[in-house]
């Protein structure tokens, strides 16, 4: 985070998981290093929040 801020890079976004993915997952962990922080940020933040 510190890294971003030193370079002016702004907060890391990373895309909410889709349907599709969500159940996929349900049958195999996912190959994702960042799925366990999409999923969470997604549970936090839902799209009809965010003004998707």
Same mark, same amino acid.
């Given at each position: ?32 290093? @960042? @799925? ?6 997604? &549970?936090?933040?839902?799209? &009809?929040?965010?003004?998707?």
């Amino acid at each position: 985070m510190q890294a971003r801020a030193a370079q002016d890079l702004g907060p890391l976004v990373l895309p909410a998981p889709t349907r599709r993915e969500l159940v996929a997952a349900m049958v195999s962990a996912p190959d994702d290093p @960042w @799925w366990e922080a999409r999923v969470l940020h997604a &549970k936090l933040h839902p799209a &009809k929040d965010r003004g998707v």
